[in-house]
């Protein structure tokens, strides 16, 4: 990864960057980017980083405003042979000093405005983005005239560290090495198969949490399986992204499902930047029927693909689904939307157990998730009893609670922590996303006692009674729905929503499941 851009450069790639905003490691550079200077880029920053006394071995803690170039500045950080963890600056500030103490970083690259949360001892080397601080060094002043070769390290040496989404408390430090993310993972990708693979022609969004492993990986691919084009959003406001996107409209759209419901109102302009895509691919989280139909019917293209990856920051990708349109539009979609598909051929095995005996349960009935695969990250960084505690024998628990079904596919029924006997929280939500369009997004929190608390996210914090009980007809008994708008619910990174905060702030109570398996 660290000579990736060079490589890329080497090998005549021709793809064209297009940001919606400058790179915060290069503010004044514009927002149009070639390989070979994005190799630049990485080799100047990499020098600068040595300048400023990061060594082979040493944990960089880099933590910023969403962009891009997290994943540059973690590139840099591998060619002197340290190892880059990526911390993002939606982290809540005790929770961000907490993973700062379990990292004990040689080096913190951030952005003066964060560094005020950040522990003064957080680490010798502090180096900031965008502004001379007291304490600190400005990585543009620091000196790149002097080379610093490329560092090689073992296949099997730690390379990237990236936290979980941490939708139920403090996320896990979780670390890969090259032959889990970049052999097994990277690799099995950066394949240009019939239908889902990078053509040459192609014009790639990405809208991500640029913190988060996924991007690390598509980098990766993207440089080693090079399209014409790449845009790059590092918000989710749709009419700051509209320019942008019709400028240069995709062919293969990439987002967070939490931005896939921000950019949908783009979908009903008239000139919609989505008319060309041919392949939406979705991971993090769950993407509800509406959002879905909504993107399936926008494009021109006659058979358009939605790919729907299920995974974990500790494992990669496990499933795959593929929506079309014409199921989209079918009247069960919303009853079969947690159906996530089957298990990468030879890749990964999945079973599913009873979560107090360990013991295994039949086809088609519930039960905890566990997983084989060869990219199993390599452990939590100073929490190796609770990585342990997850395995089981060979099998590692994903703590989700699901069904195998006798065609060999999985449904996620709901995060173990948060499940509810005799209810699919995700299940119920997709249903009522389906009956109130109003709703941005249904949450339906379980708790230590009582019925289920629905949330329903709209754009001005209000919903019909009348809508309401219309929509949970039929439904399992829930209680009266909280109604907040979308900047109300607590979320991470990736837009995912702190279930556990949530309820907290809301009831007063825990989670609903035991917690023993996150």
Known sequence: MGTLFDEAAAAGARTVFHLDRPLDIAPDAGTR??????????????????????????????????????????????????????????????????????????????????????????????????????????????????????????????????????TTGVPKLVVHSTRTLVHKLARFEAVRYPGIGIRRDDVLLNASAYAHGRTFCWTAVVLSTPPAEVVVLSGDDPDTADPLLRAHPPTVAEALPATYVRLRPLTTRLDNPFRRVRLYISTYDAVHPPALRAYLTATRHPRPVWMQGWGQTETGPLTFRFHTRRATLAPVAGATARRLGRPVPGRTRLRAVDPETLRPVRRGRPG??????????????????????????????????????????????????????????????????????????????????????????????????????????????????????WDDVPRTGTGKVRRAALARRLTGTGPAGTGRWT
Request: charged content about 25%.
């Open 33 to 166: 980017w070639s390989v070979p200077e994005l190799a630049d880029l990485v080799r100047v920053t990499a020098d600068r980083l040595a300048t400023a006394g990061v060594r082979a071995g040493d944990r960089v803690a880099i933590v910023k405003d969403n962009h891009w170039d997290y994943d540059l500045l973690a590139c840099a950080a591998v060619r002197v042979g340290a190892v880059p963890a990526l911390l993002s600056a939606r982290l809540e500030p005790q929770t961000l000093r907490t993973l700062l103490e379990r990292l004990r970083p040689a080096a913190l690259v951030t952005t003066s405005a964060l560094l005020a949360h950040c522990p003064a001892g957080a680490a010798p080397v502090r180096v900031t983005l965008d502004a001379e601080v007291p304490g600190a060094v400005h990585l543009a002043a620091l000196d790149a005239t002097r080379p610093c070769p490329p560092v090689r390290r073992s296949d099997g040496d730690p390379l990237v560290i990236h936290h979980t989404s941490g």
């Open 368 to 485: 905890l998730l566990l997983v084989r695969t060869a990219a199993l990250a390599l452990g939590y960084l100073a929490e190796d009893e609770r990585w342990d505690a997850k395995r089981v024998g060979e099998w590692w628990s994903t703590g989700d609670i699901g069904v195998l079904h006798r065609d060999g596919s999985v449904s996620v029924l709901d995060r173990e922590v948060d499940s509810v006997p005799g209810l699919s929280c995700l299940r119920t939500e997709d249903l009522l996303e389906e009956r109130l369009p109003e709703a941005l997004e249904c949450v339906v929190l379980g708790g230590t006692d009582g019925d289920p608390l629905p949330v329903v996210v709209t754009a001005d914090g209000r919903l019909d009674p009348g809508a309401w009980k219309e929509a949970t007809n039929g439904l399992p008994t829930l209680r009266e729905p909280a109604v907040l708008t």
